[in-house]
């Protein structure tokens, strides 16, 4: 059952990646416009980064009867780099394209987002150089 899993998840995978690059090259030639590309990431993946922290330090800010201001400045980040890509995605396009291609787009954003925190923290644990202390005055 875990191979069929593995499996189910690499064909999805595959064929997310082929839905992306035909809806890239639609966009191109229609629009002159490409949806999934390293700007519109580098913008997106902060921003879900924001709206995360900002809806946590909100909660924990309103369990501990703290001051919300924090999280809510988080969260209005956040949203405004959300609203520029999606400003961004309907000047380029028309209404239908911008909607279909926003949402796509900012559904494999998110899986992509997490996929490189992971990433990012393997990178930092592989680069840290950690050694193991040995204790040789140990009885």
């Keep these: ?4 899993t593995i499996i189910g998840i690499i064909v999805t995978i595959y064929i997310v990646y082929r839905l992306v690059l035909r809806f890239n ?6 629009y002159k416009y490409i949806f999934f590309n ?11 980064a924001l709206l995360v922290t900002g809806y946590l330090f909100y909660i924990d800010a309103l369990k501990y009867n703290g001051d919300i201001l924090n999280g809510l400045i ?5 949203a405004l780099l959300l609203l520029k890509v999606i400003y961004t995605n309907f000047d380029n396009t028309d209404l239908i394209i911008g909607v279909l291609g926003t949402i796509f787009q900012f559904l494999v954003y998110i899986f ?3 996929f490189s925190v ?8 592989a680069f840290a150089q950690i050694k193991p202390v040995y204790n040789i005055n140990s009885k």
């Design 74 to 78: 988080l969260l209005f980040i956040g």
């Design 38 to 48: 390293e700007k519109s990431l580098l913008i997106v993946s902060p921003a879900y």
């Design 112 to 114: 992509l987002s997490v």
């Design 118 to 125: 992971i990433v990012l923290f393997v990178a930092a644990i």
């Design 25 to 30: 090259s639609y966009t191109k030639r229609k």
């Design 1 to 4: 059952m875990k191979l069929l």
